[in-house]
């Protein structure tokens, strides 16, 4: 079994920061990309930010300068570093990482649950 458990949401005033975590556990042989996503009410789920095995990062147009995603492959943890929050921000946060687990030959996809994010004055 495989599980994402996030954690570091919460209610921050614009301009403020936060920092999400979200980390792997199980049987775990391997992870390769791991990223964060964000969906508001009424809209679609959209990737935020992206990072590979070896540190290379994307990062949607909205956030970038702002939102810094990071990796610790020795915990098999992903950040999210969000700074100069917006409410526009405001959105349950998602992670998702593409695992290998052991004994297998092939690796998917798995989600967290997801941790609200909310930004207001």
């Known amino acids: 079994q495989v599980q994402l458990v996030e954690s570091g949401g919460g209610l921050v005033q614009p301009g403020g920061s936060l920092r999400l975590s979200c980390a792997a556990s199980?049987?775990?042989?391997?992870?390769?990309?791991m990223g964060w996503y964000r969906q508001s009410p009424g809209s679609q789920r959209e990737l935020v930010a992206q990072i590979s095995s070896r540190g290379s990062t994307n990062y949607a147009d909205s956030v970038k300068g702002r939102f810094t995603v990071s990796r610790d492959n020795a915990k098999n943890t992903v950040y999210l570093q969000m700074n100069s929050l917006k409410p526009d921000d405001t959105a349950v946060y998602y992670c998702?990482?593409?695992?290998?687990?052991?004994?297998?030959?092939?690796?998917?996809?798995?989600w967290g649950q997801g941790t609200q994010v909310t930004v207001s004055s």
């Open positions: 199980g049987s775990i042989a391997s992870i390769g990309v």
């Open positions: 998702k990482a593409n695992i290998m687990r052991t004994s297998t030959l092939w690796s998917n996809d798995y």
